[in-house]
T-cell receptor, first 116, second 111 residues
Framework: GAVVSQHPSWVICKSGTSVKIECRSL??????MFWYRQFPKQSLMLMATSNEGSKATYEQGVEKDKFLINHASLTLSTLTVTSAHPEDSSFYIC????????????FGPGTRLLVL | SQQGEEDPQALSIQEGENATMNCSYKTSINNLQWYRQNSGRGLVHLIL?????REKHSGRLRVTLDTSKKSSSLLITASRAADTASYFC???????????FGGGTRLMVKP
């Protein structure tokens, strides 16, 4: 199946730092990428949807200035957590979809962020 | 409550037994997907069933979909200890811009 990678896997940073997480589709071109956040023992919550070359669409309650998303190419999307605070500590997971809405989303392995 | 709610929240069975998990949703969907997540890891796609399908099989997995009841079930037959994980259902809306996850079922298979 299609492979999606994320980098880094783990990041620990001080409060106030900005952290960039990369999401790559390795063997297919992702027209749409999604970013999710998952707190311990909870389900995934969609943060935003991004289409290559367009501005991301953010879900209600997600601050676009806090979570900057860039989808500059068909194989790469980045999520930057700006001025991270301890409450931003979470598991961030991206997914990518090659075609339209009827296609499967493939998920990355996730990035665990711990803000001290 | 959110779209896609799994039942039960937790399930503990012996190896070799079958495990059944249910998922209910509220709005119309294009398709429903089941995923597995091992602790602290990413999601693995298991199976996708479209709204015009009623049943699909993949190895030891059997998924049913009842759009009239807005529900789906995932059956894992002859379970193994390696099946221990959280299982999520996710529904894709007809607009194609969202995949909404349920709360998940934590399955433990005891050897």
């Amino acid at each position: 199946g299609a492979v999606v990678s994320q980098h880094p896997s783990w990041v620990i940073c001080k409060s106030g730092t900005s952290v960039k997480i990369e999401c790559r589709s390795l063997d297919f071109q992702a027209t749409t990428m999604f970013w999710y956040r998952q707190f311990p023992k909870q389900s995934l919550m969609l943060m935003a949807t991004s289409n290559e070359g367009s501005k991301a669409t953010y879900e209600q309650g997600v601050e676009k200035d806090k979570f900057l998303i860039n989808h500059a190419s068909l194989t790469l999307s980045t999520l930057t957590v700006t001025s991270a605070h301890p409450e931003d500590s979470s598991f961030y997971i991206c997914s990518a979809r090659e075609g339209g809405w009827q296609e499967t989303q493939y998920f990355g392995p996730g990035t665990r962020l711990l803000v001290l | 409550s959110q779209q896609g709610e799994e039942d039960p929240q937790a399930l503990s069975i012996q190896e070799g037994e079958n495990a059944t998990m249910n998922c209910s949703y509220k709005t119309s969907i294009n398709n429903l997907q089941w995923y597995r997540q091992n602790s602290g890891r990413g999601l693995v796609h298991l199976i996708l069933i479209r709204s015009n399908e009623r049943e699909k099989h993949s190895g030891r997995l059997r998924v049913t979909l009842d759009t009239s009841k807005k529900s789906s079930s995932l059956l894992i037959t002859a379970s193994r200890a390696a099946d221990t994980a959280s299982y999520f259902c996710a529904t894709a809306n007809n607009a194609g811009n969202m995949l909404t996850f349920g709360g998940g079922t934590r399955l433990m298979v005891k050897p």
